[in-house]
C-alpha cells in the first residue's frame, strides 16, 4: 500500500485530459482518490493538466477552453490545495516537449507500434476495410512518449492511473531504461499505481464512462442533476413490488449516503418504493452532497483569473524541477 511509504517523500504525479466535463465516475475513481492521496505526508504530488495530449482529438479552441477550466475548476472544487500540491498545465511547462523529442530518439518505432490506444485505432480500420492509417495523426501515435516526458521530467516514483493507463507507464519505464543504459543513470524508473477500480454505474446499468454517454455531470445545474436522475434505467415494477437492491438507483445512493441512510433506502425498496419516490430521494441525497462543492466550482468558474493565477504558480514551481532535470539529460547528451 501506497499509503504508508516509509522514509523519504515519494513523487506521486498524474494527468487528466481535457476532453469533457466531469462525471460522477471521474469523481469517486479518481478525483477524489487523487485529492486524499494529496493529503498524505509522505508524498509529494504533481497533478497536470495534459492539454497537448487533447489534442490528438481536440481540435476547437473554444472547446479546449471550456474543458481546461471544468478541470481546473473541478480540482479546486472538489478541495484540491495548490499550496500542498504542484498544480499546472502540461502546455505551460515549454521542458516537457524538449524532453519529449530527446526521448523520441531512444524510442524504438516498434514500441509505439504496440501501444494500445494507437494499434485499437489501427484495427478497428482494418475491420472497416479502410487504409490502417485512416484518422491517425502522429500526436496519437507519439502519446507515449510525451506522457513518459511527462513522467520522467519530475523523478517520479507513482503514477496513479486506471487500468487503460498500465502500458503507458510500463511504456515510460522502458524509455526510461533504454536512456539510462545509453547515457547513464539520468531517469528515476517510475511504477504504475493502479488504484482498486471503483466501479461506479451509469445511467443503464453499465460502468459510467463517456464513450458508453450514461454519465451523470458532476457540476451540472440541479436541473440537469434531475434530469439525468430521471434517465436511470429501471424495470417495471410499480409501487407497492419490492424492488430489486442490486439497480442502479440503490448503486448510486449508496455512493452519496452514510451506512445508516445507505441501509434504510435499500429495506424501503425491498418494501416496495416505487421508482419515482426513490429517485426523487436519490437526487436530494446526491444534490445535497454535490452543492457545497458546486457552489465553489461556480465560484471559480467566476473568478478565472484566480485559475489562471494558481496554475502559472504551479507551473512555476513545477519548471524549478523540470529544469533541473533537463539540465542533467542534456549534459547526458552533450547539448549543455
Ligand atoms: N494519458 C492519460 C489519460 O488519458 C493522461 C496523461 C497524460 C497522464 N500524461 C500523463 C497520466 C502522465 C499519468 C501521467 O488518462
Known amino acids: 500500500m501506497v499509503v504508508c511509504v516509509p522514509g523519504p517523500r515519494k513523487r506521486v504525479l498524474t494527468g487528466i485530459k481535457p476532453t469533457g466535463y466531469a ?29 497537448y495530449h487533447a489534442l490528438t482529438t481536440l481540435n476547437n479552441a473554444n472547446e479546449m477552453k471550456e474543458y481546461l477550466y471544468d478541470i481546473a475548476c473541478t480540482w479546486l472544487a472538489c478541495g484540491l490545495d495548490p499550496d500542498k500540491i504542484v498544480f499546472y498545465k502540461q502546455s505551460d511547462i515549454p521542458e516537457v516537449f524538449e524532453l519529449n523529442w530527446i526521448l523520441s530518439n531512444v524510442t524504438p518505432k516498434g514500441l509505439m507500434n504496440r501501444a494500445h490506444a494507437y494499434k485499437a485505432v489501427v484495427e478497428n480500420n482494418q475491420q ?63 511504477e504504475e499505481y493502479i488504484k482498486e477500480e471503483q466501479l461506479l454505474v451509469g445511467l443503464d446499468g453499465r460502468k459510467m464512462s463517456k464513450s458508453y454517454q450514461n454519465t451523470i455531470k458532476l457540476f451540472g445545474t440541479e436541473d440537469e442533476l434531475k434530469k439525468s436522475i430521471n434517465r436511470i434505467v429501471t424495470d417495471s415494477r410499480l409501487p407497492g413490488e419490492p424492488k430489486d437492491v442490486d439497480c442502479t438507483v440503490n448503486k448510486l445512493y449508496k455512493m452519496f449516503a452514510s451506512s445508516e441512510q445507505a441501509k434504510d433506502f435499500e429495506k424501503r425498496l425491498q418494501l416496495g418504493m416505487g421508482w419515482g419516490d426513490a429517485k426523487k430521494e436519490l437526487f436530494e441525497t446526491m444534490n445535497g452532497y454535490i452543492a457545497p462543492m458546486r457552489e465553489k466550482f461556480i465560484y471559480y468558474q467566476n473568478h478565472k483569473q484566480e485559475v489562471d493565477e494558481l496554475l502559472k504558480n504551479g507551473a512555476k514551481k513545477a519548471r524549478e524541477i523540470a529544469k533541473d532535470c533537463l539540465k542533467r539529460v542534456r549534459e547526458a547528451i552533450g547539448t549543455e
Do not use: W
Open 128 to 190: 472497416n476495410g479502410q487504409d490502417l492509417d485512416f484518422g491517425i495523426n502522429m500526436g496519437l501515435y507519439n502519446y507515449p512518449i510525451l506522457m513518459a516526458a511527462d513522467i520522467l521530467l519530475f523523478n517520479t516514483n507513482l503514477v496513479p492511473v486506471g487500468l487503460d493507463q498500465k502500458q503507458h507507464i510500463e511504456i515510460a519505464r522502458d524509455i526510461a531504461h533504454y536512456f539510462n543504459k545509453k547515457y547513464g543513470e539520468v531517469f528515476v524508473l517510475p
Open 23 to 51: 462525471h460522477i465516475g471521474n469523481y469517486f475513481g479518481m478525483i477524489r482518490p487523487a485529492i486524499e492521496m494529496s493529503k498524505n505526508q509522505n508524498l509529494e504530488c504533481f497533478y497536470f493538466i495534459a492539454d
